[in-house]
């Protein structure tokens, strides 16, 4: 199914009301998750994409899928029980960083736990973005934001640690730079079974940039190419010369019982009782 | 099935009621004293192919069963104040997206955690307006055994037929004493099915359709057709939208859609009211202390109706009024579990034609017959 891909196809044709700021990541990681979907000849009808609050929550009214735009953190609670409820279907949840590990972080920890059947596509650009540039759980020490403005002093969540803590059998990292091996995670991830959670570095040079002497899309996209290493670079590495990198990678793929599976198994030996 | 008498609790029958009815998903969270609902739910939805999920909290139990509901499947969860309040953000989201869903309150006392173990009604108020904004709401206020089943199926027919949430409000009393109650055979009930639309070809799927009535087609998920759901104000179509005309007509239909209805939702016992001089307005486990109260009144030469509402929201205004207007009524005594929540709706509607006196309690107990004809013989 590879090769020349109409986006338009992906995108819906009747609402085109779009609210992101010019040169956004977020629109690089839809063009990739649309090469996944189309590339792996996933039914449209066959999928649901559920989204958090936020400019990255915004993606579901764009795309046409069974979409549900939820409320700020909560895209995987309704989400699961879309899976459970109809769990031969995809489900696509997107979330930014505020959405997924600060006031959802608890649905997001229990999904990866539960190991249910749903891939979490995590859009961190180290902001709250909508909101006009608070700081998030993984906005890095010294940056100013919005309710930073003497530098952030807190501490940061690693998104991928938190989700290889809690159970996540996929457990992977790209930024938008590197469109090709996201897209290849994203791929990954729909096929996998389980609960998959694909972390993308994104850029928000409007609401972090800005107070961060990164104006541009381009010096967003600069700082995160020299903040990034890949897995394979940094096994080489030093503990000091990897403090204050993030590492992309693909970090974990396990087999584990998935809890849809289950239920249904146990629904099957209960049959006629 | 044929034999299904025996001795349940309240929350047991509204566990059975709510399969009976066509329940298929439940979500929740446990807290006393409503956790045996869940229990019955995780031992008998498995064995009919239903689903249950044991969610992280109450406001991603909410979540699940809004989401269920978008496949296509009747869904539940139930709590009691707390869970309530936390399931408050996504009743909210239920509402604007006019997703049909049963939510149980088993009510405790309050506020906070409260007393856990002890019947409440101060929840009340919060079956209307827990969660911001206008919406709409449809309460049912059980009042024994026999109407926890039976008004736990007319809960999920009501949310079939206006595509809103539905509160079941019960109390630890309801929820947990023993009764022998004759279940009917499921196959006799009046059920309300869920009707998913499917589109012509061609013809692009409206969630939130103007055009046929007060109360759109039902769609779902996975059915060929796509749509988009939002909590935004939203267009016929689900996309979000500021256009001032569509998010006037938009809100206006959704709370019509219960208001322009109120006569199909609003139910209410009269009991003992044809020669009473005087009227006591109760609901839930105080209603069927005040039918007993009654009773022992009139041994005492009294003449005392009671005006039971089985619906407390839309709240029975056109009811009440007659009542009122009858000329036949004294006085009106409202006994309710709580410090004064409905008694001002009583007050709204009474507009001061008749003398009104509450009896109120909160101290764990509940508002027995006795308390109901001391109160009566106080005041009156
Ligand atoms: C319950 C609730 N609290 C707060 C908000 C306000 N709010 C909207 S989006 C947002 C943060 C978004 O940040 P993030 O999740 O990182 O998404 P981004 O905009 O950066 O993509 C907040 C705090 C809300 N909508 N709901
Ligand atoms: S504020 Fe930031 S995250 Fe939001 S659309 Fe603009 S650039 Fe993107
Ligand atoms: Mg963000």
């Known amino acids: 199914m590879a090769g020349y891909i109409n986006y338009e196809y992906y995108l819906r044709q009747d609402y085109r009301n779009l609210q992101w700021c010019p040169g956004c990541g977020d629109g690089a990681i839809l063009q990739a998750f649309f090469r996944a979907v189309h590339e792996l000849g996933i039914s449209k009808d066959d999928m649901a994409v559920v989204s958090g609050i936020g400019c990255s929550g915004r993606i579901s009214g764009y795309i046409d899928f069974n979409t549900m735009h939820t409320t700020h953190g909560r895209p995987v609670a309704f989400a699961t029980g879309i899976k459970l409820a109809a769990p031969d279907k995809y489900v696509v949840v997107f979330g930014g960083d505020g959405d997924q590990t600060a006031i959802g972080g608890n649905h997001f920890i229990h999904a990866c736990r539960r ?26 020490s010294g940056f100013k934001t919005q309710t930073t403005p003497y530098g952030n002093y807190d501490s940061q969540f690693d998104i991928v640690k938190l989700a290889i803590g809690a159970g996540a059998t996929y457990v992977a990292r790209e930024s938008v730079i590197k469109p ?14 389980g609960c998959s959670v694909v972390e993308v570095i994104s850029n928000c040079h409007i609401n972090l940039g800005r107070r961060n002497k990164m104006k ?12 990034t290493v890949p897995l394979s670079r940094a096994n080489k590495m030093s503990e000091e010369e990897l403090a204050g990198k993030v590492i992309t990678g693909e970090f974990v793929e396990v087999e584990k019982p998935e809890f849809t599976e289950s239920y249904y198994k146990l ?7 | 099935m044929s034999n299904r008498k025996g001795v349940y609790t309240g929350n047991e029958l509204i566990a059975i009621a709510a399969i009976d009815a066509g329940c298929r998903f439940y979500a929740g969270y446990p807290i006393t004293p409503s956790s045996e609902i869940m229990e019955v739910m995780s031992k008998e939805l498995p064995k009919v192919g239903g689903a249950f999920i044991q969610m992280e909290d109450e406001i991603a139990s909410m979540a699940a069963a809004i989401g269920a509901a978008w496949t296509g499947v009747k869904s539940m969860t139930a709590s009691s104040g707390p869970g309530i309040s936390l399931k408050s953000e996504h009743i909210g989201y239920a509402c604007i997206t006019e997703t049909p869903v049963v939510i149980v309150n088993i009510m405790r006392g309050g506020p906070s955690t409260g007393f856990p173990t002890a019947p409440s009604q101060s929840d009340v108020m919060q079956a209307r307006w827990g969660t911001h904004g206008d919406h709409p709401a449809i309460a049912l206020v059980p009042g024994n055994a026999k109407e926890m089943y039976y008004e736990t199926v007319r809960a999920f027919n009501l949310a079939e037929k206006f595509r809103t949430p539905v509160f079941i409000l019960g109390d630890e009393i309801l929820g947990h004493m023993n009764t022998m109650v004759e279940l009917p055979d499921p196959s006799d009930l009046d059920i309300v099915e869920r009707k998913i639309y499917s589109p012509k070809q061609g013809e692009k799927y409206k969630p939130f359709d103007m055009s046929k009535g007060d109360v759109p087609p039902m769609g779902a998920f996975f059915r060929g057709y796509r749509f988009h759901l939002t909590g935004l104000n939203h267009n016929e179509y689900g996309y979000p939208t500021i256009d001032r005309d569509m998010i006037k007509m938009q809100q206006e239909r959704m709370m019509k859609k219960v208001e322009n209805h109120v006569e199909e939702i609003v139910k209410n016992e009269l009991f003992n009211m044809d020669d009473a001089d005087y009227v006591i307005f109760a609901y839930g486990s105080t209603g069927a202390a005040a039918k007993l109260a009654s009773k022992m009144l009139r041994e005492k030469g009294k003449k005392v109706g009671v005006f039971r509402p089985i619906t407390i929201w839309p709240f029975p205004d056109r009811q009440i009024d007659e009542v009122i207007t009858s000329g036949k009524y004294k006085g009106i005594l409202v006994a309710e579990a709580n410090l004064g929540q409905i008694i001002y709706e009583v007050e709204r509607v009474n507009r001061g034609r008749l003398p009104i006196k509450d ?22």
């Open chain 1, 216 to 227: 541009s899309p381009h010096a967003v996209l600069e700082w995160i190419k020299d903040h």
């Open chain 1, 267 to 273: 629904c099957e030996s209960l049959k006629g009782e």
């Open chain 1, 180 to 193: 090709v091996v996201l897209t290849k995670y994203i791929k990954k991830a729909l096929q996998h079974k």
């Open chain 1, 115 to 140: 190991n249910i059947d749903m891939t979490i596509i995590v859009i961190n650009n180290n902001v709250y973005g909508m909101t006009g540039g608070q700081y998030s759980p993984t906005t890095p």
């Open chain 2, 359 to 380: 009896l109120l309690k909160v101290d764990g107990t509940p508002v027995s017959p006795t308390d109901i004809v001391s109160r009566f013989e106080e005041v009156f």
